[in-house]
């Protein structure tokens, strides 16, 4: 909550208030002549950072400085307060405000938070000054052809009409859902968007247009999530968190890493480590939305986490494509021009999102999102076919073919991944990368592929059952055909 004035305040001025004149300067006064006169909530409040001995305050401007104690001194004589002690005082009018601010003003944290605009808030026994407002957009009834015009062109125009429409609804049905929580100061679990789509096509255009729809600050995660970094001060900085493709990897470590991270910051985040460089961690609220963009072929969906379980509607996959745009976009000059008409046309879009739209019933989630997960059909196949469960199966029909060729198989996990080892170890050190992959891949595939890999659970061990590959299939087998990208 906002602080007030704390009541063991001493001593105030009226800064740069001519109430009384003593040769053009003004002086100081108590608090108890100021009571009752009008503006005195407009006196300065001081906060003290103890971490880095700064006070911090507000200047004329708005903007908010970290003052070591000498100039803190200065502004102190600046605003009337007395520097030298009263007859049978020890202490000044200056060392008893800087003692006040010290005892009941200081923080853990201030510069700017996600989600809150300016101002002091003590919450989970944190106190932190928040430096600056969010720059939210005022939502205004009116046009938004263009906006809407390459939305549509990017999720829609060249869909399949049903497929166009669940884009475009689930699209908006995120935004809406996003920025009336953040309006209202309201915790909202979100699943993270992902754009995938050719080069040039506008995803990542997007993306910076939901930065201006949000609160106008953005952070890009891929260090704090690929692990380059332990610092993360700067994601507290954002309402949204930018994840594009040149910097993820696509090694199957990497991309559960990132499924995780992606859970832990949209979906199961109620609190976070604010963690700067040089001091401790902080237990804050976060208000994030995560987006994610990326080419459309199958190697780069690769940094995506496999879609199993755990993360399937934590994540909305939508297909963007190659549209033209409402306004010419080639030259610098027209990118910027076009850019600047639809962050005019933010308001309207805001304006019917938050009191005209309505989410479809196919498109909602009334119990935790607001609007479903989607997953683009034909991207979901793709990642599919490129999971780590699949390229296993692969691995296993080649190896295994001969025995596969006479009968069913029934193993242990730790068997099937002995053998695979012996037989093609390049493969398996390639797919196989961490403790018990063997198992959770096994499991993955019991689910997908219910008539192959089948489970069986014994008072003394677990044994899989695996089924040979139907006939169609058999003649696609070969012992050291199979190829496996890089895991």
Known sequence: MNAGWPSTLKLKVIYMKNIEQNSGKPLPITLQA???????????????????????????????????????????????????????????????????????????YYGPLCGRNAGFYEELGVRYLVTEDMKLPEPIKGEWLNLDSVLKGLLSRNEAKEIGEIQYHTFCGWIKSSVEALRAGREQQQQALALCGPAGCG???????????????????????NGKTNFNAD???????????EYVSTRITDRLKLGAALKSHCVGVTTAKLHAKGKDGLNIRPWWRISISLNDDPETMMILPPLDDHIADKLIIL???????????STPDEKKIFRAQLVKEI?????????????????????????????????????ERLSPESHLLELIDSCFAEELNESKLRLTAKEIENRLRTRDSKSAE???TFNNAMGTYLGRLAKKHPKRIISHKTEAQRLWEIQPPETSDKSKVECQGAIFPCF
């Open 319 to 329: 297909r963007a494509s190659r549209s033209e745009f409402p306004m010419p976009f």
């Open 235 to 245: 994601l507290f900085k954002a309402e949204h968190l930018i994840l594009e493709d």
């Open 34 to 108: 100021f009571d009752g006169i009008e503006g005195n909530d407009s006196l300065p409040i001081d906060y003290y950072d103890p971490s880095s001995k700064h006070y911090l305050v507000k200047k004329a401007s708005g903007r908010w400085q970290a003052i070591d104690t000498s100039n803190y001194n200065r502004i102190m004589r600046a605003r009337g307060y007395k520097s030298k002690p009263s007859e049978g005082s020890s202490l000044s009018d200056i060392d008893i405000e800087i003692l006040d601010v010290q005892d009941h003003r200081d923080v853990n």
């Open 203 to 225: 995803k990542s255009f997007i993306q910076h247009l939901i930065t201006d729809m949000f609160a106008g600050r953005s952070a890009k995660v891929e260090g704090y999530f």
């Open 347 to 383: 308001p309207a879009f805001l304006y019917w999102l938050i009191h005209e739209y309505e989410i479809p019933e196919n498109c909602a989630d009334r119990h935790r999102y607001n609007v479903s997960f989607f997953h683009h059909p034909e991207l979901k196949e793709s990642l």
């Open 430 to 432: 390639k797919l196989l």
